[in-house]
């Protein structure tokens, strides 16, 4: 391999870390090297384009993707964009700022750095650790706004499952008493006269 096209190759596969940016993911990540294991690589210098086939396994810091394939390349601007294939393709990283971890996975993910978008098509899946779940055809996420959509195919899917959207909200964790504990109270601590007799 030239030395010309090492620049390149490492540029794209950072960009590839960006795939799961969902849910401010750990930011601390984007400072963390990227590593990526695969059966085979190829590059194509003109089109700026990477692929690495064959169980595909990259990290960066908190962030795994797991895939059979992984396509990323950038446009003129610097831009980058990602695609992970897989039977699913599934991307793991830390939520920035709490001790929980966001899951994804669908038969095919696509990062757009242009747009910040992240989504994912055919049997997506997202989930938190606390046990938020949200299942659709298709996943979209606008990173600048914060918004995203899931929606169903109006057809069932090819494994013959429902295709409607799925979801599943967990109640937060109050820090008040339960109703059954007794509250338990304290005496004032006792105030002293400063006024001598």
């Given amino acids: ?13 950072a960009a590839s870390a960006c795939l799961p940016q969902l849910a ?24 700026k384009t990477a692929t690495f086939e064959g169980r595909v396994v990259l990290t ?21 964009y990602g695609i992970a294939y897989g039977n ?15 899951e994804g996975e669908a038969l095919r993910l696509e990062y757009d750095g242009r747009a910040e978008r992240v989504e994912l098509f055919d049997d997506a ?10 299942r659709g055809s298709h996943i979209s996420y606008d990173s600048k706004s914060e918004f995203f959509t ?20 967990m109640p937060k964790n109050s820090e008040q008493p339960k109703p059954s504990e007794p509250l338990k109270l304290q005496p004032a601590p006792a105030i002293k006269n400063s006024r001598q007799d």
């Fill in 60 to 80: 960066q810091g908190t962030l795994t993707i797991r895939a059979e394939r992984l396509v990323v390349r950038q446009d003129d601007a610097g831009f980058q």
């Fill in 150 to 169: 899931v929606n169903s195919n109006s057809q069932a899917s090819p494994q013959g499952r429902d295709s409607r959207v799925r979801a599943t909200i």
């Fill in 1 to 13: 391999m030239r030395k010309s096209r090492l620049p390149i190759l490492l540029a794209l596969a």
């Fill in 88 to 102: 699913p393709a599934k991307f793991r990283q830390k939520r920035d700022g709490y001790d929980e971890y966001v």
């Fill in 24 to 47: 401010h993911a750990e930011r601390a990540d984007r400072e963390q090297p990227v590593n990526i294991e695969s059966d085979r690589m190829t590059a194509d210098d003109a089109k």
């Fill in 125 to 134: 899946r997202l989930s938190r650790d606390r046990g938020d779940d949200v």
